[in-house]
Structure formats: C-alpha cells, structure tokens
C-alpha cells in the first residue's frame, strides 16, 4: 500500500507564495512520474504540473513562469512552488503518483488533497 501525504496548502493574498509538499511512502519499488492536480469550485480536476523520475517537466498554460515542481527521489518527495499567486488559482490541490511495485506491476495513487485559497 502507498501513501501519498500532502501539505503546505493554506490562505494568501494575490502576488503572494505557496510551497507544496507531497511525501510518499509504502513498500514499493518505485515511483516514477509524479503530477499536481487541481479541481476549483465547480471545475474539472486538472493538470498542473508533471515530474518524471528523471526530472522532465510539463506545465498547464495557465501556470507556466510562476510555478515550479520538481522532486527529490531519495526522498520519495515532490514539490510545487507556486509564486505570483492569482484567485483563479484557488483551488483543491491533489499529489498523483505512478509507482512500480517489487512484482512490476504499476498502479495510480492520489493524495487526500490540500486546499488552496487566493484571496484578491
């Protein structure tokens, strides 16, 4: 079993910065690519940001040049630096994670989500 334990949301102000954490832990062999995910009141889940094990990055539109995620392997952790912070950023944020266990099979974990709120 993996578990997948975010942390870092919380409430700021327009302009403002975040840092979120996603730590992972379980008996598997591997994690490989790791996501952010957000879902707004009333929205879709979507992608925000995506990390291979190797360190390849792919970014939605609407946050490139003010967020950042990356990961640290040893760790089993992974980031998103979120600056210059806007309303429409707010929004449930959610760690994915592709892993590999001992047998090569692969699954799909989700974290519990962490709240993000911009105030303007």
């Known amino acids: 079993q993996v578990q997948l334990a975010e942390s870092g949301g919380g409430l700021v102000q327009a302009g403002g910065s975040l840092r979120l954490s996603c730590a992972g832990s379980g008996s598997i062999f591997r994690f490989d690519a790791m996501g952010w995910y957000r879902q707004g009141p009333g929205k879709q889940r979507e992608l925000v940001a995506r990390i291979t094990r190797g360190g390849n990055t792919n970014y939605a539109d609407s946050v490139k040049g003010r967020f950042t995620i990356s990961r640290d392997n040893a760790k089993n952790t992974m980031y998103l630096q979120m600056n210059s912070l806007k309303p429409e950023d707010t929004a449930v944020y959610y760690c994915?994670?592709?892993?590999?266990?001992?047998?090569?099979?692969?699954?799909?974990?989700w974290g519990q989500g962490t709240q993000v709120t911009v105030s303007s």
């Open positions: 994915n994670a592709n892993v590999t266990n001992w047998t090569s099979i692969k699954y799909i974990y």
